[in-house]
């Protein structure tokens, strides 16, 4: 079974720092997508950004982008410029098509962003 | 915002007591899940169905059932709460296989 793993239960930033938020992933498939969700206190997920397996370059929106190392099975979120709405719980997904299409989440990091 | 709408919004029951939680979407997407929440667990997978009438288990799904009689509804029930099953429940849609998931806002349902 696919297992997906975030190290860090919370983290804090300064406002217009920039902070990394970690993620391992466990998986014998080649083909596969990863997402960032973002969950503010208002509990709606929102999609922050996804990842294709077969792509080697990494994925970027705005202030957010990942490193995705395939090899690790590595995939973290880097969020630039951190903004006080930054402020949420953070969940990494893995989504696989041979395990019945389940996206598998991480136990969430807290992110605190402090003026 | 995707239109997925879930109901009721808070629920609070009694042990024992029959539950039935509502996904109702307006995208004509394929795809609907119903996942729990939970602390430290992040979101784990209940049942989802990839069609009308075509359900199959998560990883979770013990003390649950689903039913899919239209395309835009999907039912969660709880045949007889346990107070295992306090959470919060999150319905999600998804166009194709391959399209991100889109969630509703959750029900956070208590059982006394």
């Known amino acids: 079974a696919q297992t997906v793993t975030q190290s860090q239960p919370e983290m804090s930033v300064q406002e217009a720092e920039t902070v990394t938020l970690s993620c391992t992933y466990d998986t014998s498939e080649s083909d596969y997508y990863l997402f960032w969700y973002k969950q503010p206190p208002s509990r709606q997920m929102i999609l922050v950004i996804r990842q294709e397996a077969y792509k080697q370059q990494n994925a970027t929106e705005n202030r957010f982008s990942v490193n995705f190392q395939k090899a690790a099975k590595s995939f973290s979120l880097k969020i630039s410029d951190s903004q006080l709405g930054d402020a949420a719980m953070y969940f990494c997904a893995y989504r696989n098509w041979n395990a019945g299409n389940m996206l598998t989440f991480g136990g969430g990091t807290r992110l605190m962003v402090k003026p | 915002d995707a239109g997925i709408t879930q109901s009721p919004r808070h629920k609070v029951t009694e042990t024992g007591t029959p539950v039935t939680l509502r996904c109702h979407q307006t995208?004509?997407?394929?795809?609907m899940y119903w996942y729990r929440q939970d602390p430290g667990h992040g979101l784990r997978l209940i049942h989802y169905s990839y069609g009308v009438k075509d359900t199959d288990k998560g990883e979770v799904s013990d003390g649950y059932s689903v039913s899919r009689s239209k395309t835009e509804d999907f039912l969660l029930t709880l045949e007889s709460a346990t107070s295992s099953q306090t959470s919060v429940y999150f319905c999600a849609i998804s166009e194709f296989d391959r399209s991100p998931l889109h969630f509703g806002n959750g029900t956070r349902l208590t059982v006394t």
């Open positions: 995208e004509n997407h394929r795809y």
